[in-house]
C-alpha cells in the first residue's frame, strides 16, 4: 500500500519565520507561496527539495487542529509525515481492517496538493501522525 514519501509536515506559529529560516539556515530557494486551506484550519506552503517537500503549516482560524499542537509546542515542531498511495478508499479500508482509527469523519477531504487525504491517528502508528494521500495522476 505505502508509496512514496510526498512530504513531511511541520506546524509553526509563523509560516513568514519558517520560510525564513529554512532560506537563511538551510539555504532552500524552490518555496512556494502560502496560501490557505479552510476546510482544513491552516496555512501551507512548501519547501521543494529535490526528492521531497517540507510542508510548512500555520493554524488558520479559531478552531484549527493545529492550536492544540502548538499549545504543546510553542515554537512549532514536526506534524506529520505524508505517504502516497494508489487508491485512498482502499487504503482507508485497509486501514480500518487492521484496527486504526482514521480521523474526523473518515472521508477522505482535499488536501493541498488537490488530491484526497486522510489522517490515520498517531496511536495506532507508533506516535507518528500519518497522512495518506492519493498520487497525483502524472505519478501513475
Ligand atoms: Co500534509
Known sequence: MI???NHVGVATPS???SIRLY????????ITEPFDLPPQGVRVCFVNLPNSQIELIEPLGEDSP???FLA???KGGQHHVCFEVEDIIAARDEMRAKGAT???T?????GAHGTPVIFVHPKDMGGVLVELMQQPDEAH
Do not use: V, Y
Not at 532560506?23 to 524552490?30: F, N, P, S, V
Not at 473518515?106 to 482535499?110: F, H
Open 23 to 30: 532560506r537563511e539556515m538551510l539555504g532552500a530557494t524552490d
Open 15 to 17: 509560516i513568514d519565520d
Open 72 to 74: 504543546k509546542n510553542p
Open 3 to 5: 508509496g512514496r514519501l
Open 66 to 68: 493545529l492550536t492544540g
Open 106 to 110: 473518515g472521508e477522505p477531504r482535499i
Open 102 to 104: 482514521i480521523l474526523g
